[in-house]
């Protein structure tokens, strides 16, 4: 299979940490707000995590926070850290 080349684009990481630093400092709205970006996250999120647990799919519930029905992929939604780090609890 031939590999198709992207081209006529730039990495965008760096243009959304700069917008993200010159938002903090003037308070005007990001480009992405948080909003968008958790969602555009989970969407990518879920079906990574469906592959790596085999199911051919899931059901998320965004109020609860978890997977209905599939422990092991609910066990994938936060990571386990090495001591002592320790992800805060808000």
Do not use: Q
């Not at 917008?19 to 989970?42: M, Q, S, Y």
């Not at 992929?73 to 001591?83: C, D, G, S, T, V």
């Amino acid at each position: 299979m031939k590999r198709k080349k992207l081209e006529g684009t730039t990495e965008s990481h760096n243009l959304h940490v700069a917008n993200f630093v010159e938002c903090i400092k003037t308070r005007n709205e990001p480009n992405c707000p948080p909003e968008a970006g958790r969602i555009a996250a989970l969407h990518a999120h879920i079906p990574n995590i469906a592959a790596r647990v085999g199911a051919e799919s899931l059901v998320w519930d965004d109020a609860k926070r978890k997977f209905i029905g599939n422990k092991e992929a609910n066990e994938l939604i936060f990571p386990e850290y090495r001591k002592p780090w320790v992800l805060p609890k808000i």
